[in-house]
């Protein structure tokens, strides 16, 4: 207003003021006068005011019925000129607001005579509204007044002028309200006094209202009145009026004025009674119509409904509905009811129209329908508006597809199927059918079994901007174009859901968030009606269940028509756009409802969404069993039959994708439409953005993604995300290039939902998890029993939510991992590969996860992480054991510093692998105990070193690949190094570990129970390692036991002094001997079979190509390693116990050994034998150690008498070398235990000796091919042993003794060799060696006799023994010793490679035995026992043997060697027998001896034929020197001889003496041939002792003559021979050895008439001369022969007999002398 009351402004006004009032007496100066003048005089008032007033204004106002006056009375001229001039100076007065009351109603009625008047309509109107709006002076009547002149001008027959009128009535028409709005708010502050308006109910009563309100309410009154055709009361002077004008400006007071009627009793009291009831009755003609109906239905005709006042009708319901539903509960119920009907399909198309566009009104404001269904849908006996308004609005949309045939339409949509389809001419199918072909844009639309409905753009989102209810200039009713209602339909639903869904969940976000902060169970969002229940019952609580039952009402209300609705539209659309609203639709009510917690609603529109991305009619257990659920209600929208729509198949989508159906035997292909996509991405966001409400739905969800993702090909990668993949199964897959693209968004949205998994609360995780177990159950059930490709889905998923929810990993691990386990045992490989892959990049991820508090602090969750990996081991299947290793592999890689409680578990798992299980997977298993082994072993408790070694003994035994074996053998060799280096650290973890579990098996009452108990616990872990070394001893595999053997062995070698003296106990019964046991047991029962080759191309040697001898290396191994502790560890055995029984024990295991049946094995058996008897020998001298190599165990320096003892126990726990060094620095020899002990263990070894000796020599009984022979290595070893332990039994050693070691020797030298051997054993034949066998023998004989010549008299009685022995191996040179029936060859016959045994070579052997007796003999020939038993004797019977073979000794030396010892034993032993001769103790031996020389010197083999003369001279000289002993030894003694013996040597000369020729000589040897030399010392040697002068008796003489006589008759006869054959012969020279013979007999009858001669005369018998000199003549005889050798022969023989030459005696004869 400032504007007009400025002085500018005020002198503006007074100026044109009287401008205007000059103009108007010019333009009345003639024709009015009294005009003119009135102006005139209005001018000088003017001025008259402004001079006065400094108010201006004001007093114009008060002055102004004078000021108006001249204009009004210009007015009455009705010249249209000056009424314009004045028409304009009033209105400029009015908009000054200087018009007074009275004024303006003198101006009102002026213009009212002009209205009548017809004059200048249009300024009247102008003038009134500025006259209304700028102040409030005109009331009551004046108003009234005012406002009919208006209203009459509305009706006149000029258009503009009516329309101008309208749009005034409106105007003032609010104005009059607005007045009302600015009185209330000045009044604001007083307060009524309402007593009098409560009681009120005369609708004409109205004095208690204010003025304007008055006005108001009278105006208001007369409009209802007038559109109900009545007479107004107010408004006097209305002559014509229209309904459709009285119903738009009811409408918009109602729109505009809200406050009024609901601040004013009487206006709603109005609206109560006039306006609702008029609304009614002027709606029936629309419920009553029909279309379609036959006329003659109805009595009486019907009023067709009439298109303006329905539609503005309806406006009115709209704004009633809007703005006074409080007021108007029971009224509005009617007229919801009606908008209802109006969609009935019997209504004209432009009713449905418009009642759904009026519906769309209220779809948009959702406190309304909020509203309605407290006050009808939750009353019990009121209508259910909302559930009809929704229903009413899913049957309208559902009738526009079901295109109605003549007559009634179908009840259900089901049976129309066949009209639609049929009906294909309509004119609702043809365009789309047109745009589909004819490639032009397609326009969205629905297309639902035949009936094509556009979709048209009608309304922005969220705002109900109606077209046809904005009509209001039209009065037929429109046509509607296609599709329109369903559009309006459409977004009617889709603002419904939207406008519920945000109310309902903002109040929950608000309650939510109060409910926390007022209770402290924030934990528990509020998931339904019974857990708020739980909450403090507070006002809060109370106010939120009341709310809680509506949101629940209203869900519960409207979701089956919803559903059903939505159900239809999704099937039906062909716009994406579209497409995407509804699915919007579906899933915030989905979301809605599992808020509420409404189970059941929220699982039917889930299964709305999985149905659509689905292909149709697609085979979902899951969904259809809900769908049936659900269809089996159908619902009835006001009587009519409502199904749940199945989705048709013949919707014209782009198909997107082809691909299998994740079926047990899938049936052909499937397609997937790009809506399908769609669907699919809606039910990812559902799950993405609501998975907390899902709760059971889960499962629904999460198995049609599962076919989703099947059909797609999608499979799943590291992590268990989905990456596009081609199936498995080949080209079904078919993906266009648009799905291709959205794939990997489709992929990464499944991949962050199960992210967002990690927001859930823990109920719905357990949901989520427990759906997708399910789903995992059904795709292991569908891939049973084939090897196809398999859905992986859930599995992938289920590792992807367990990655998430680390942080929370304990309260779903459990029914996760079950899981997964199950899966794991699946037969189908690649559903185990997966479920493996999940559960062990679980455990990874769990392990790595920085917990909270840490891992390292919560054992008992690291357990639980870990105790899966276990299980697997229950597995068999190879594939899954391989991730569970690789996994361990990559937990010790990352994690194995931190395991800690974990550590038997990890270990558990590598030690589960067994042999059958492939070697990949052995080999797996094996990297991660190396790793274990080598890293980890300082960083885990100690309690499970045990562990390490048991699984690293087992891998040892695994069969599968020999290198890890060894290589674990290795290990368990750096483990005990590893316990060796830490052994103290160790030693007190252990024991404080094994302090508390006593104390708790002493609570429990038990016993505490660990193998090798009573020992130590550091000692135990010991023994383990030694246990599983001893096992790996006896596999089955050579190499194996032979790197386990020699580990066992250093180990206990070199770490052995860490064990507690009393567990040496246990290792030598429970280790090693169990370990002997074994061994045998295995050896003795081995295959002989032959083994081709050790597997591949490796060859085998020889001596191991069976089972039998590769067994027999382990046997010596194993012998070898127990007889070396026991000789390095004496020290510490022999104070055990029972050391006598364990030395027994192990004596029998040697014998055992050296008994089997195996040459390397018996030999073995003895090295170890000789090992374990050298281990008493102390060392006493200090140069004899072996100085150890510089070793880093300072030995201290003993001084002074400090004793090795003591020492040595200081050093137990060292270096076994240390304690060696400190026994030999000592000042005295180590004590050795008592000797009476020590004797008994010796005893007991020489009785194993004696029974290892005599089994293994005596012969076999029957002799074959395989017969066992003892070799020659084993033999000398046994024989060479005897020397040493026969130092120790030396004392106790009887003669029964040396009996048994006789049997022994003689059957070790007996033993052939068989012939492969021979070429290494054997000296080539010629070469006189002894065997390293006979060595022994002998040298075990000459310890003996040695020790018998020391010792005392009794021991000397066992010189005969040895004799005896000595002189049985001398039998050997001519007679080699049987070995049983064994034949054997000569070795020059044998062929190598044949298993023969050869005989050996024994002349050597009895050649050195009998110089051993010769040098024997030499000593001990006067021994007493030597003399009683006959030694002599037998030495000369044996050497008779080979005397008397002479050249047909085997060896030529041999009866050499045979005469020079029988010389030189005689040289000795002859005096011995002549001393003893009384005694009679030689008389049997003289026989003996002249047997001896009679075979010898007349041998009856002939020498070889390659005998050299020189050869044989040489032995003509050893008969010579043997017939020189006879005569120096023997003939002179012959008074101290036997006669007979004598007798014998006697003819034995005589037979020497005169020699028959050998044939086998040429002439040129006879002479040397004939042993003349011999012949001649036997004759010298006989005549001497013939004539000798000893001569005793006479029967000794007689002897020497008989001897004689024979001799001389031989030659006699030799002589007369050859004369004779001289005679005969002629010319012809005679065989040479007959000339030989005739010389020799003349050379002996020289020699004998030379002895005759030395012989002293009375020796010689005169008969004997008498023989002599007959041979005289004989001897001339033969001088006529031709040989000059006879002759010359002659010559000496005839020159003796010149001492016979005397002149004749005296004829006086000697008698017969």
């Known amino acids: 207003m400032s504007g007009t009351s400025s002085p500018e402004a005020v002198k503006k006004l007074l100026e044109n003021m009287q401008g205007d009032l000059r103009g108007l007496s010019l333009e009345c100066r003639k024709k009015f006068p009294p005009v003119k003048e009135a102006a005139e005089s209005g001018i000088i008032k003017v001025k008259t005011i402004a001079a006065r007033n400094t108010d201006i204004l004001a007093a114009l106002k008060e002055n102004s019925s004078e000021v108006v006056q001249p204009f009004l009375m210009g007015c009455g001229t009705k010249e249209p000129k000056i009424t314009q001039l004045c028409l304009a100076a009033i209105q400029r007065l009015m908009s000054h607001e200087v018009v007074s009351e009275a004024a303006a109603g003198n101006i009102i009625n002026m213009l009212w005579q002009l209205m009548e008047n017809s004059l200048e309509e249009l300024k009247l109107l102008q003038t009134v509204l500025v006259l209304l709006t700028t102040n409030t002076v005109v009331h009551d009547e004046a108003l009234s007044k005012a406002i009919v002149l208006c209203f009459r001008l509305h009706f006149t027959k000029d258009n503009i002028t009516n329309n101008t009128a309208a749009a005034t009535v409106r105007q003032v028409v609010t104005v009059v309200f607005e007045r009302v709005v600015a009185e209330d708010e000045r009044y604001k502050d007083t307060v009524d006094q309402p007593v009098a308006v409560q009681g009120n109910s005369n609708r004409r009563s109205v004095s208690t209202l204010k003025p304007c309100a008055k006005d108001a309410y009278m105006l208001f009154q007369d409009l209802c009145q007038l559109v109900n055709a009545d007479a107004p009361y107010w408004l006097v002077g209305m002559t014509e009026m229209t309904r459709t004008f009285g119903l738009e400006l009811l409408e918009s007071v109602l729109n505009d004025f809200p406050q009024v009627f609901l601040q004013h009793q009487e206006f709603s009291f109005l609206l109560k009674e006039r306006v609702c009831p008029l609304v009614i009755k002027l709606f029936s003609p629309n419920i009553k119509f029909r279309q379609g109906s036959s006329t003659s239905s109805s009595p009486a005709p019907v009023e067709k409904p009439y298109f303006p006042i329905c539609m503005r009708l309806l406006r009115v319901v709209s704004v009633l509905i809007k703005q006074f539903y409080s007021l108007l509960v029971t009224e509005c119920e009617i007229f919801l009811s009606l908008l209802v009907k109006f969609l009935d399909a019997d209504k004209p198309q432009w009713l449905r129209a418009v009642a759904v566009e009026s519906i769309h009104r209220l779809c948009v404001q959702p406190q309304l329908l909020r509203s309605f269904c407290q006050s009808y849908d939750m009353k019990q006996h009121s209508t259910k508006v909302f559930r009809d308004i929704v229903n009413a609005l899913g049957s309208f949309i559902q009738s526009l597809f079901l295109v109605p045939s003549t007559g009634n339409p179908p009840a259900t949509p089901n049976q129309t199927g066949s009209n639609a389809s049929g009906n294909t001419g309509s004119a609702q199918t043809n365009p789309g059918v047109l745009g589909m ?209 199945s989705p048709s198949s013949e919707s014209h989508q782009q198909v997107v994708a082809v691909g299998q159906p994740l079926a047990l035997q899938p049936q052909g292909t499937v397609m997937l439409t790009s809506k399908n996509i769609q669907c699919m991405r809606t039910l990812l966001n559902l799950a993405h953005c609501h998975g907390a409400v ?199 890689q990352s994690q194995g510093d931190s395991l800690g409680p974990g550590w038997p578990l990890v270990l558990g798992v590598m030690g589960a692998i067994r042999s059958d299980q492939g070697e990949s997977l052995i080999r797996t298993a094996f990297q991660c105990l190396q790793l274990v082994v080598t890293d980890f072993l300082p960083t885990m408790p100690c309690t499970c070193l045990q562990i390490v070694v048991e699984v690293a003994g087992s891998f040892g035994l695994h069969n599968q690949e020999l290198n890890i074996s060894l290589t674990s053998i290795g290990l368990l060799w750096n483990i005990s190094d590893y316990f060796f280096q830490r052994g103290e650290i160790i030693e007190k973890e252990l024991n404080k570990e094994e302090a508390v579990l006593q104390k708790q098996a002493e609570e429990k009452g038990v016993m505490l129970n660990r193998p090798f108990h009573p020992a130590p616990p550091f000692d135990c872990l010991w023994l383990c390692l030694y246990a599983k070394l001893g096992e790996l001893c006896v596999d089955p595999r050579p190499a194996v036991r032979k790197s386990a053997g020699q580990t066992l062995f250093s180990t206990i070698g070199a770490h052995g002094t860490l064990l507690q003296h009393s567990t040496w106990h246990t290792v030598i019964w429970k280790v090693l001997f169990h370990l002997l046991d074994r061994v045998r047991e295995s050896s003795t029962t081995a295959d002989k079979e032959k083994i081709e080759s050790g597997g591949g191309n490796i060859l085998i040697h020889h001596s191991r190509d ?541 020699t004998l008439i030379d002895s005759l001669k030395k012989t002293q005369p009375e020796n010689v018998d005169a008969n004997t001369w008498a023989q002599v000199i007959a041979l005289y003549p004989t001897l001339v005889e033969c001088i006529t022969c031709s040989s000059s050798e006879v002759c010359s022969a002659l010559k000496e023989a005839l020159v003796p007999f010149k001492d016979f030459m005397h002149p004749p005696a005296s004829k006086v004869q000697n008698g017969e002398s």
Not at 558 to 563: I, P, Y
Not at 1249 to 1267: A, Q
């Open 437 to 645: 072909g004819g490639g032009a844009t397609v326009l969205p639309a629905f297309e639902y079994r035949g009936t094509w409905i556009p979709i048209l753009n009608v309304t922005v989102q969220g705002s109900a901007k109606a077209t046809y209810l904005e009509m209001l200039d039209k009065v037929e009713p429109p046509t509607i174009p296609e599709g329109y209602a369903m559009s309006v339909a459409f977004h009617c639903l889709l603002d419904l859901v939207r406008g519920i869904t945000t109310m309902i969940e903002g109040e929950l976000g608000e309650a939510e968030t109060v409910s926390q902060t007022t209770t402290e169970t924030t934990s528990l969002p509020a998931q339904s009606s019974e857990q708020q229940d739980l909450q403090s019952v507070s006002d809060q609580s109370e106010k939120e269940l009341v709310s809680r039952a509506v949101w629940e009402e209203m869900v519960n209300a409207c979701w089956c028509g919803l559903l059903a609705a939505l159900s239809l539209l999704l099937d039906a659309s062909t716009d994406e756009a579209a497409t995407e609203n509804i699915l919007k639709a579906e899933l915030t009510m989905a979301a809605l409802c599992g808020r509420l917690g409404l189970v059941t609603s929220r699982d039917a529109f889930i299964t709305a969404i999985c149905k659509g991305s689905l292909p149709p009619h697609y085979a979902l257990t899951v969904l259809n069993s809900t769908t049936a659920a659900l269809s089996s209600k159908s619902y009835s929208i006001q009587g009519q039959n409502v199904q749940m729509i």
């Open 694 to 892: 899902l709760g059971t739905s889960w499962q629904l969800v999460l198995a049609t993604l599962q076919h989703l993702v099947w059909i797609l090909g999608l499979k799943p990668g590291v992590g268990g995300a989905l990456k596009p993949g081609r199936a498995v199964e080949g080209p079904s897959t078919v993906l266009t290039t648009a799905v291709m693209t959205d794939l990997p968004v489709i992929s990464n949205i499944l991949s962050r939902l199960f992210e967002s998994s990690q927001y859930l609360d823990d109920v719905s995780l357990h949901h989520l998890i427990n759906a997708l177990c399910s789903l995992s159950l059904e795709a292991m059930d569908m891939a049973y029993g084939n090897n196809k490709e398999p859905s992986l889905f859930a599995v992938a998923k289920l590792l992807e939510t367990g990655l998430v929810n680390m942080h929370r990993i304990e309260i779903l691990w459990r029914p996760l991992t079950g899981h997964l386990l199950e899966v794991c045992q699946h037969p189908n490989s690649r559903m185990r590969e997966w479920g493996a892959e999940a559960l062990t990049s679980l455990i990874k991820a769990g392990l790595t996860f920085s917990h909270e508090p840490p891992l390292s602090q919560n054992q008992r969750l690291q357990l639980l992480l870990l105790n899966p990996l276990k299980e697997l081991s229950n597995i068999s299947h190879p594939d899954i054991r391989i991730k569970q290793l690789e996994c361990v592999l990559q937990i010790l």
């Open 1106 to 1646: 069976t089972a039998e001898k590769q067994w027999a290396e382990t046997w010596v191994l194993t012998l070898a390693g127990v007889a070396r502790i026991f000789n390095t560890r004496r020290y510490l055995l022999q104070p055990l116990g029972d050391f006598s029984q364990a030395w027994d024990v192990l004596l029998d295991h040697i014998q055992s050994a050296a008994l089997s049946k195996n040459n390397e094995v018996s030999l073995a058996a003895l090295k170890s034998f000789q090992e374990i008897l050298q281990i008493v020998s102390p060392v006493r001298d200090s140069e004899k150690p072996d100085t150890p190599p510089a070793i880093n165990v300072s030995v201290p320096v003993v001084v002074g008498t400090t004793t090795a003892t003591s020492l040595g126990r200081s050093f137990m726990r060292t270096d076994s070398i240390g304690e060696r060094i400190g026994r030999y620095n000592g000042s005295e020899p180590p004590v050795i235990t008592d000797e009476i002990e020590d004797l008994n263990l010796w005893w007991a070894a020489w009785n194993s000796w004696y029974r290892i000796g005599s089994e293994s020599t005596r012969p076999p009984i029957t002799c074959d091919k395989l017969t066992f022979i003892p070799s020659q290595p084993f033999l000398t070893a046994l024989i060479q042993i005897f020397p040493a332990l026969y130092q120790h039994i030396k004392t106790g050693f009887s003669m029964d003794d040396l009996q048994k070691l006789g049997v022994i020797l003689h059957g070790a030298v007996s033993v052939p060799i068989s012939s492969d051997a021979s070429p290494f054993i054997l000296p080539s034949y010629t070469e006189a060696v002894l065997t390293s066998l006979q060595e022994a023998v002998l040298t075990a004989l000459d310890v003996l006799q040695k020790a018998i010549c020391v010792g005392s008299e009794s021991m000397q009685i066992m010189y005969p023994a040895i004799f005896d022995q000595l002189l049985a191996f001398v039998e050997f040179s001519c007679k080699p010793p049987q070995y049983g029936q064994l034949e054997t060859k000569h070795i020059a016959n044998a062929k190598y490679n044949q298993a023969e045994w050869v005989a050996l070579n024994y002349v050597p052997f009895a050649e050195r035995s009998l110089e051993v007796v010769v040098d024997l003999y030499q000593k001990t020939a006067c021994h007493k026992a030597v003399v009683t038993e006959k030694v002599l004797q037998n030495i000369i019977k044996t050497l008779r043997i080979p005397l008397s073979l002479k050249y047909s000794c085997p060896s030529e030396s041999t009866w050499k060697l045979a005469v020079s010892s029988l010389l030189k034993v005689l040289s000795i032993g002859l005096p011995v027998a002549r001393q003893h001769a009384s005694s009679g103790k030689f008389d049997s031996m003289w026989p003996e001896l002249a047997n001896t020389f009679e075979d010898f010197l007349f041998t009856k083999s002939t020498p070889p034929d390659n005998l050299s003369i020189q050869e044989f001279q040489k032995n003509e000289s050893i008969d010579v020197e043997v017939v020189q002993l006879i005569s120096t030894e023997i003939l002179p003694y012959a008074n101290f001889i036997p006669k007979e013996f004598v007798g014998q040597i006697m003819t034995m000369l005589n037979k020497g003496s005169i020699h028959s020729q050998s044939s086998s000589f040429t002439e040129a040897e006879i002479d040397i041939r004939m042993r003349e030399e011999f012949s001649k010392v036997c004759f010298e040697t006989l005549l001497q002792f013939s004539f000798s002068n000893k001569v005793t008796t006479p029967q000794e003489g007689y002897i020497s003559r008989m001897a004689l006589s024979v001799l001389l008759k031989r030659s006699q006869d030799v002589l007369h021979r050859y004369i004779e054959d001289e005679r005969l012969s002629g010319k012809c020279p005679l065989p040479r050895q007959q000339v030989t013979e005739i010389i020799f007999v003349l050379k002996a009858v020289s």
